[in-house]
């Protein structure tokens, strides 16, 4: 969608952008403009855009400060993604989205177009209903800006569905000869002005044939081909007007007998042309004996019915729109118009007559009628502020396997490359994001890439959060984001002193190091405190124990502190000495490990063996021995008092089981 | 049938959907219900009205969608909730807050009537604001129980300002969910796939009792308990899988079933007719797992969709009590499981059954009821 961006000048500075994925921010540099520039103003005003365009326009921030200051401005990519009433809009369609890719693309021929065209036709609906909602919302709106903002959107959404609709008729259903021209009446019904309201009005009055309405409703029913209705007005009026009763029963009878197309018969074209020609010549002759000529109104209704083009463009003010005036002459003068053929009536000239330019709209339905499809695309993507539209549309027509792969910006084809454009939208709203996700996952070239980075910009605020993302990066084997999310979480839980928290994510991650780190802060904790924290967690490590060595560590010590507290001590000893030298134990711990051993020397019974006690006494000289000179003497007394204790221990210990040992083998 | 189920698009992401209770000895289904969303700019607690007796809507209210009575802001999102009584209702939130809301009935307003500010939060925090995130909160008027990320487990009273009870670091991971056991003793389900019993009554800051999944450590994140059988518990987790324990029994879950392909979100037994069991998932489906002894009386289900009948051998010991959930008699060994969702998308975080109605909530920003569940 182009926008404008107010308040941005280029004619008077230079201006740079830089584009982030969901946003660009356009800059005022400090430069001067020379040379010619357009004036002030000219900026995308080359074309009227469609309503709403330009009153969405996302610019959320100004930059502040005097006349010398340059001005930084935000302009989201995609305005209507932020428009509340638009949500259901977005929800509903994600999932008829997710319905067509999963659909089964192997039906062939007549059932798979039948398929895509109630797919088209749910699209439609979910539009329809979100124009009443939106609709209701103008209406019970307090605030006058806020009304004003609603029935735009109605009426951006309402040209949305008339566009869609036409698509419908001329791309996935592909109408041909006959049954195309009773489509675009459906069209035209559906979406010119509400006739039925005025029919009523007209009906319910005393007298309908005196009613000042009464001519224009039935010039408009017939001009909708609407004949049977129209004859029922028509009938109050012969009631009313006994010396023309022969001329009503007239119209009336060529109103009737006028040849349509029945879906349910299995009359062929040509049968009907003939039929037609017929009628056509019947009407011609009723026209030239003058049979009409003593009532205007009568005989103008004849010459609509012969497809005269003066007479039907008499009644613009009634067909309002020149599409309605070319279905209506069709519909009268070449009722088996072929779909190729609808480029050569389609002329908006002969119907605006140079009194007005056209629209943004009316190049787009042209466009559709010249079966443009890339046009109708284009048009729709600059007319429109949200991408919603052409990524939807323009994936169903790939579906129906309209769109040779015609490569835009990145060799991606069309239909991804809108895909990833809307997608990249939702990715900018904080609580849409989620639906983002499945319109990725269907863009075979570049989708994962953008659901990579975009992933990895959603706030984590809340674990659950957390989850949801890391359940979508772990679905489709996006280690290195699931890496990236533990990680975050598990510093998040670190500055809080959540250690169990940050453990567990970190084990969930398979980070290694992170849980090296955390078993650290555990064993310091300990080191300060002298007693565990979170024994839950540590206790219920698992195999999970084995992500790192530390961790191996950190459970296997608590393990020794358990089994001392069941005074297995043989158990607990065994395992202590192991910390040691299997070297699971930092080396930096093995102090704390050798004081650990204290208690257990000290025991009544003796609990390390000979050949235990010589493996301790080596531990406990390799780590002094491992100290150099200098830091020896730096260390302060209680280390060397410690040293001292071990030694006579551990000799004690020595000596004890020697006799213990030296009197059980004797 | 499916046009049972009525669907409304609320633009907000639901996280939560709770039916307000019904008086004692009431006749009428559930009239009203109460959704909270999650991960918008403005989250929001809403009442809905479905059309019940005095409220009939003009066009009959067979089809009638849910009518917004009224809504409030809620500060962050909306992590939990339950109705206190008929007119209260306790909200968590992701900021660490938990909020009473009163409905007043009488002019179709809600307000806040009672808030603990900083419930749940981390300290020793670096940055500013300290809050962690509620995740539970069981009411038993008018007692409430809270849990959250930060591990604490706090009491409240409806009428007090202060915590009545705190429990500072009760777990050392992110603690899930909460429930009543009994009206003293609370249950807790954890990060680390622990399920624990605490006994409030005691001092003591630790749990009187810890089950455990397996070696696993798959985190749990819902728990419900059997309405009549206070000894029968479901939880269900990460993987999507449920568990069924027995408290009085083994430290180890009773049967593992195998359920949905992601996270379930809530588990909740039918309050009326035990036998029926539901559970949501990430994965966007709504499992109704029928253990009623007598298959061939079959509830009617809002649709057939997905699995139908599945069979599971439970790893069961010896039972004294016989319970639908425990059974391990072979012929009866056999579970109905029904998806009630047909398209399943985005997560259903959370649903809710009283009598015959159920009501469920989408993060594709949908809100779900139906009014005839079991036949």
Redesign the interface.
Known sequence: PSQVVPGADPSTRQLCFAWGPTEVLVCETQFGRRGGFPSRGKVGSGRELLPGALTTCGVTGTGEGGPSSSHVFVVRKDPDIYIQTLRKLFNESHGIFIGLQRSEEELAGKSRKAQLVKVSKLYRSVIRACMEDMHQAAVSAQDPALRVQYSTQVSVLSAIELIWNLCEILFVEAAAAGPLLLRLLDWVRLHVCDVDNMVREVLSSEAPAKHELFWNVVNILVLQGRLDEARHLLSKEASADPTAVKMYKILDDLMKKMPVLSVCTNQTLTELELKWQHWHEECQRYLQDGTFASNSHMESICKILLGDEDAILEKKELLTTWYHFMVTRLLYSHPTVKPMELRFYAQMDLFLGGQSSPEPLDMILMAAFEFEIHQVIKECSIALSNWWFVAHLTDLLDHCKLLQSHNVYFGSNMREFLLLEYASGLFSHHSLWQLGVDYFDHCPGHGRVYLELHIERIPLNTEQKALKVLRICEQRQMQEQVRSICKIMAMKALRNSRLGSALSWSIRAKDAAFATLISDRFLKDYCERGCFSDLDLIDNLGSSMLLSDRLTFLGKYREFHRLYEQKRFAEAARLLLMLMTAHIAPCSFWMTLLTDALPLLEQKEVVFSTEQTYELMRCLEDLTAGKSEKKKVQDDGVENTKVEMLRLALARNLARVIIKEGTLDG | AMEDVIAK?V???ISKTRWRPLPAAALQPPDLFATGS????DNRISIWSVGGVGNVDPSGDYHAEPQLLCDIRHNG?V?DMQFLDQERIVVAS?TGAVTVFRHHQNNQTLSASQRWEKAHY??????SCGG??C?GVICNNPEIVTVG???RINLFRADQKHAVRTIE?A????LHAVTFLRTTEILTVN????LKIWDLRQQRNEPSQ?F?L????V?LHCVDRHPNQQHIVATGG?DGMLSIWDIRQDTTPVSLLNAHE??MWEVHFHPSNPDHLFTCS?DGSLWHWNASTDISEKPSFLHQGGRSTTYFSHNTVNKSVISAWLSNDPTKDRMEITNLIS?Q???VNSLDVLGPCLVYGT????IYVSKHLLA
């Open positions: 698009f633009s907000q992401k999650w991960d918008n700019e999102d992590m992701s981390h300290v020793g925090q670096e940055t962690a995130a995740t990320e930060d591990g670091n777990d050392s991971s992110t990060s680390i796939g622990q810890i455990s397996t070696s696993d450590r985190p990460q992601a996270e990430e398209n998308a985005l997560s993060d594709a920003e949908a």
